[in-house]
Nanobody, 120 residues
């Protein structure tokens, strides 16, 4: 059974940075495209960023372009999301998942996510 585990969230002031990490048990992530998603209070979960298995194709939602960077280390079975210049609207629970890039499809059950709170 696949278990996705996100970490690295926390409380940060606007303009600050955080680095989120995602790892998995029961799944070799190097075989899959990976995505980061987020769910703000009272809102639906939304796509944030995606990276294919070889890191040659990367996608971002417009609201994070130039501020967030998705990366992966297949040897360590991890995917990361570097978040810079954080804004209050980035406050959300962040999740990772294995995905098909097109059409964008989530493949595994969601983990517990990691909470990012940006104070203004």
């Amino acid at each position: 059974q696949v278990q996705l585990v996100e970490s690295g969230g926390g409380l940060v002031q606007a303009g600050g940075s955080l680095r989120l990490s995602c790892t998995a048990s029961g799944r070799t992530l190097s075989s899959y495209a990976m995505g980061w998603f987020r769910q703000a209070p009272g809102k639906e979960r939304e796509f944030v960023a995606a990276i294919n298995w070889s890191a040659t194709n990367i996608y971002y939602v417009d609201s994070v372009k130039g501020r967030f960077t998705i990366s992966r280390d297949n040897a360590k079975n991890t995917v990361s999301l570097q978040m810079n210049s954080l804004k209050s609207e980035d406050t959300a629970v962040y999740y990772c998942n294995t995905i098909k890039i097109w059409p964008r499809t989530v493949l595994d059950a969601w983990g517990q996510g990691t909470l990012v709170t940006v104070s203004s």
